[in-house]
């Protein structure tokens, strides 16, 4: 092989490297567009799941739902989103505690 042969592979190497690069960041960019859909979604069927597992519950929710109308209604489920948000808050700071 000539040196210049050898000069071109190694050109072509490089500009194959740097294509490869672009393409990779060019999915990971497609795929954190959609993560957090993709996300929302793992959480809705992990709910319907849980759900499912537990048709008890779910249907004494539902009970309590039905009894609870309007403006109860809201005032429930704004104290239930506040727990919801402190439990989740509280296992961050957990995880991040376990973590260090």
């Known amino acids: 092989m ?3 042969h050898l000069a071109a592979v190694e050109q072509r190497k490089a500009q194959l490297i740097a294509l ?3 393409q990779r960041e060019a ?12 996300g929302l979604i793992d959480r809705g069927v992990s709910l319907l799941g849980t759900l ?5 519950l779910t249907g004494v929710g539902v009970a309590v739902l039905l009894m609870l109308r309007g ?3 809201m005032r429930w489920t704004s104290r ?6 402190g439990w989740r808050m509280l296992q ?3 995880r991040a505690h376990r973590l260090s």
């Open 52 to 56: 499912k597992a537990h048709p008890v």
């Open 92 to 94: 961050g700071m957990l």
């Open 80 to 85: 239930f989103v506040m727990l919801w948000r």
């Open 20 to 22: 490869a690069a672009a």
């Open 71 to 73: 403006a109860s209604l």
């Open 27 to 38: 999915i990971a960019d497609a795929a954190a567009a959609w993560q957090s859909r993709m």
């Open 2 to 4: 000539s040196v210049d």
